[in-house]
């Protein structure tokens, strides 16, 4: 419903462009024409104007430089036809990029907003104002049952693009956290984030351009959606870089670990280049809260 009314309002500027431009256009229309009873003909051309972009979907400057007041019904339809097809796709191309940046826009400013006021230190001061904060983050981000969010989380989403952001229960975000969910996170049941982990989930391309752009207006960012499984450890000042894909189940990336690749289930990923160790079986241990103290509230307000 909300890109409805973007594209409706982006519709209605168009327009207001076309009769703006239209008014300009047929006064010097009118006075090439003749002098005499300029004010009649500048109504009959500016009227026609408007007839031609709805019916055509010429512009004003193209009505102007095809001197379609001269041409014969027959000669507008022939050249009405080839400027329509690429002035509507010219127009529909404009609009829809104009919608997704105001969305994305809107979005982008309300999540800085966001981060502004709850990711602050302030709300350290006492367990309510923990809690407060968390609730906050749980009801944004939409985050599992039983989570807990740090201060200095940030959750960010970048270049035009609102990336997709699930989450599983009993969550943990430690403080200075930075998650970036630009191509896609998916996150999965008893996760821990700690301490200054950074993770990255799109990626640059200096030297050339990616086929798999992000979008059509970043040629050079791609996306690279991850997925960590359930039960995962991150490591305080981790890296996860863009690429890894897939972060298995039970699996510990130890402190200051830099990952580029795909982490296989129970294992222990260490060292920049990261290495991967299986995890002898029944020695890892599950993260899990005593009491449910931080579920969501649905009365909740931020």
Partial sequence: MLKVIHVYRRWHSRWKMVLRYALIDSKLIAEEIGKKETGNKR??????MIKCYHKYHIWTNQYKKERFWELTSIERDELGAKYYLRNKHADDIAIEAAVENELFVKEYDANRRFLAKWSSFKYEKSSKARIKRTQAY??????????????????????????????????????????????????????????????????????????????KYNPNTFATPLTIGDNVFIGSRAIIMPGVGSIGENSVISAGAIVTRPVPPNSIVTGNPARVVPIPPGTRTYYSYEKDMYDYDSTFKF
Avoid: Q
């Fill in 43 to 48: 109504i009959a051309i500016f009227g026609d």
């Fill in 138 to 215: 749980i009801k944004r981000y939409k985050i599992g049952r039983s989570s807990f969010v740090g201060y200095g989380v940030l959750l960010v989403s970048e270049h035009g693009t609102i990336g997709e952001l699930k989450w599983g229960d009993k969550v943990k975000l430690v403080r200075e956290l930075y998650i970036d969910y630009t191509g896609g996170l998916t996150v999965g049941n008893g996760v821990s984030f700690a301490e200054g982990a950074l993770v990255f989930t799109h990626g640059h391309s200096y030297m050339f351009r990616k086929k798999e752009c992000l979008n």
